[in-house]
């Protein structure tokens, strides 16, 4: 029977074995690592493809575009009775109008909401201003044989809105003008500060990229909703479901920004160099609406422009920011009574 020789050296491994084996072990981990960074991106670029071509699809849901003498403009209609021509604001289209006033339809009111310049399939001009714009929603009343129109413009499809019945008097039977990116002068107090030049042109990055605004909903749509929509997220946490669904909706229609991009980067410049115009000079009935936390500022060039217009009524909330969540069903019924006699709410 052999005996066990206790006192023998144990063998040692070699050094180098020991690096060996730790940098197998590191190679392993970050194999597994970018397998799983790999499969990330795959499954990130698979649902990004898909929620982008529905957005696609949707965007262009119940459109067309017609031709007028100021060129091709894209548009979508509903309801019946008195013409309202909606004018969409910055990251919208035809999409986002018949949103905001879909309530509306089929209460004596015909919806015509249109896109504007550089807007999904309305293309841009070279003279793409306000007054441009202007005389092209006329344009495209007249392609539609409508002879006059209740006009409403929400936040930067204002400017287009009050040069349409400054310009065009006669075709214009009311004027709304909702949350309006308007002028006011340096005397008059500012009822938000002013996006710097900084935050436009990183507001205009995120709002260039369908990919960069596609992470900011999934993934940080709370600062979305205060930076982009300009409106308190807390605001819209504590709201009603219904309300919640009318922001997130709005939120998600802005894509794909890509097809909004020149629009957007004309409302952008738009904002920095608005000037006064001859509101004492618009004869149509105005209903203004703004909230005094629009993180936009519109609250005070809203009060400023109904003070200027002979009669105009002005609709003012302390909470709601841009979107006015909480009082959307106070605005619609509003704006049905301001365009509709006799409107029942």
């Given at each position: 029977?052999?005996?066990?020789?206790?006192g023998?050296?144990?063998p040692?491994?070699?050094?180098?074995?020991?690096?060996?084996?730790?940098?197998?072990?590191?190679?392993?981990?970050?194999?597994?690592?970018?397998?799983?960074?790999?499969?990330?991106?795959?499954v990130i670029?698979?649902?990004?493809?898909?929620?982008?071509?529905?957005?696609?699809?949707?965007a262009?849901?119940g459109?067309?575009?017609?031709?007028?003498r100021c060129g091709?403009?894209?548009?979508?209609?509903?309801?019946?009775?008195?013409?309202?021509?909606m004018?969409h604001?910055?990251?919208?289209?035809?999409?986002?109008?018949m949103?905001?006033?879909?309530?509306?339809?089929?209460?004596?009111?015909?919806?015509?909401?249109?896109?504007?310049?550089?807007y999904?399939?309305?293309?841009?001009?070279?003279?793409?201003?306000?007054?441009?714009?202007?005389?092209?929603?006329?344009c495209?009343l007249?392609?539609?044989?409508?002879?006059?129109?209740?006009?409403?413009?929400?936040?930067a499809?204002?400017?287009?809105?009050?040069?349409?019945?400054?310009?065009?008097?006669?075709?214009?039977?009311?004027?709304?003008?909702?949350?309006?990116?308007?002028?006011?002068?340096?005397?008059?107090?500012?009822?938000?500060?002013?996006?710097?030049?900084?935050?436009?042109?990183?507001?205009?990055?995120?709002?260039?990229?369908d990919?960069?605004?596609?992470?900011?909903?999934?993934?940080?749509?709370?600062?979305?909703?205060?930076?982009?929509?300009?409106?308190p997220?807390?605001?819209?946490?504590?709201?009603?479901?219904p309300?919640?669904?009318?922001?997130n909706?709005?939120?998600?229609?802005i894509?794909?920004?890509?097809?909004?991009?020149?629009?957007?980067?004309d409302?952008?410049?738009?904002?920095?160099?608005?000037?006064?115009?001859?509101?004492?000079?618009?004869?149509?009935?105005?209903?203004?609406?703004?909230?005094?936390?629009?993180?936009?500022?519109?609250?005070?060039?809203?009060?400023?422009?109904?003070?200027?217009?002979?009669?105009?009524?002005?609709?003012?909330?302390?909470?709601?920011?841009?979107?006015?969540?909480?009082?959307?069903?106070?605005?619609?019924?509003?704006?049905?009574?301001?365009?509709?006699?006799?409107?029942?709410p």
């Amino acid at each position: 029977m052999a005996c066990l020789d206790i006192g023998a050296p144990v063998p040692v491994a070699p050094p180098w074995l020991s690096v060996v084996m730790k940098r197998k072990s590191v190679f392993a981990t970050l194999t597994v690592a970018l397998a799983i960074i790999l499969l990330a991106a795959l499954v990130i670029r698979t649902l990004f493809k898909r929620d982008i071509a529905l957005a696609a699809e949707r965007a262009a849901e119940g459109s067309e575009v017609i031709a007028t003498r100021c060129g091709p403009i894209e548009y979508q209609k509903a309801g019946q009775g008195i013409p309202l021509l909606m004018i969409h604001g910055s990251g919208g289209g035809h999409d986002q109008g018949m949103a905001w006033v879909r309530p509306l339809v089929n209460r004596g009111i015909r919806v015509i909401a249109m896109s504007r310049f550089g807007y999904l399939r309305t293309p841009r001009p070279a003279d793409a201003s306000p007054e441009a714009q202007a005389d092209a929603h006329i344009c495209l009343l007249d392609a539609l044989g409508i002879a006059k129109a209740a006009v409403m413009g929400v936040s930067a499809g204002g400017p287009s809105a009050m040069q349409t019945a400054i310009r065009h008097p006669e075709r214009v039977s009311a004027l709304v003008l909702v949350v309006p990116i308007a002028y006011k002068p340096g005397t008059v107090a500012a009822s938000a500060p002013p996006v710097s030049d900084d935050k436009d042109a990183l507001l205009l990055r995120l709002l260039g990229s369908d990919f960069l605004f596609w992470t900011a909903l999934h993934f940080a749509r709370d600062p979305l909703i205060r930076h982009v929509l300009a409106t308190p997220p807390e605001q819209v946490a504590a709201a009603s479901e219904p309300e919640r669904a009318r922001v997130n909706d709005l939120a998600e229609r802005i894509l794909p920004v890509s097809s909004r991009a020149a629009g957007l980067r004309d409302d952008t410049r738009l904002g920095k160099r608005l000037g006064p115009y001859a509101l004492e000079t618009i004869r149509a009935p105005a209903l203004v609406v703004s909230a005094r936390d629009d993180g936009f500022g519109t609250y005070a060039a809203a009060q400023y422009t109904a003070g200027r217009i002979a009669g105009a009524k002005f609709l003012g909330f302390d909470d709601g920011g841009h979107l006015l969540v909480g009082h959307d069903e106070e605005v619609q019924r509003a704006v049905l009574a301001h365009v509709v006699p006799n409107a029942r709410p």
